[in-house]
């Protein structure tokens, strides 16, 4: 079974803070996704990467960025929080040969 | 227009009826449609994933495709309480390993 497990499940920050999220997978995909869920919005592909040191834009980078050192690890950061940022973020992670993503149990991020 | 649309719901039917679930979806190039599962305060699950035009079947799952006319669907038989959640759906788009999702439809299955 693929493990995806996410640092927090739940946080709590205040405006103009750098928060880290986390990713760490161990099925060895080499592609790992992040994505904010908000009611009435769905889920927005924020960044992807498909490969170490790698990292490609999805549709809503804007105010993110995104760290792969090691192929395990996915990380998202949010480098001065702000309250449109408060939502879910989830990750995800597939393999190369297959469309299927595979998600990690969620953060719910509240900035103050 | 939305790439991926489903309805919102919520979609009512008592249990031990077929609920049925669709979406339609824009890039006429899309290879690969799937459904997740998600309950509430919880992260999406696969439960199904279709490649090819027709049905194909999973349990009690059932997923249709007809890229014809761009429209997946998911039938749940026999439905149950606990198949009560909300059902997204995702395609591939613009090439790669990216997938879109549609905002899903919650279902209920009521006693």
């Known amino acids: 079974d693929v493990k995806v497990t996410q640092s927090s499940r739940y946080l709590v920050k205040r405006t103009g803070e750098k928060v880290f999220l986390e990713c760490v997978q161990d099925m060895d995909h080499e592609n790992m996704f992040w994505y904010r869920q908000d009611p009435g919005l769905g889920l927005r592909l924020i960044y992807f990467s498909y490969d170490v040191k790698m990292k490609e834009k999805g549709d809503i980078p804007e105010g993110y960025s995104v760290s792969r050192e090691k192929k395990e690890r996915f990380s998202l950061i949010l480098e001065s929080a702000s309250t449109n940022q408060t939502s879910m973020y989830l990750c995800?992670?597939?393999?190369?040969?297959?469309?299927?993503?595979?998600f990690g149990p969620g953060t719910r991020l509240t900035v103050t | 227009q939305k790439e991926v649309e489903q309805n919102s719901g919520p979609l009512s039917v008592p249990e031990g009826a077929i609920a049925s679930l669709n979406c339609t979806y824009s890039d006429r190039g899309s290879q690969s449609f799937f459904w997740y599962r998600q309950y509430s305060g919880k992260s999406p699950e696969l439960i199904m994933f279709?490649?090819?035009?027709g049905d194909k079947e999973d349990g009690r799952f059932t997923a249709q495709l007809n890229k014809a006319s761009q429209y997946v669907s998911l039938l749940i038989r026999d439905s149950q309480p606990s198949d009560s959640a909300t059902y997204l759906c995702a395609v591939n788009t613009g090439g790669g390993n990216k997938l879109t999702f549609g905002t899903g439809t919650q279902l209920k299955v009521e006693l």
């Open positions: 995800a992670t597939a393999k190369p040969s297959g469309y299927e993503q595979y």
């Open positions: 279709i490649y090819s035009n």
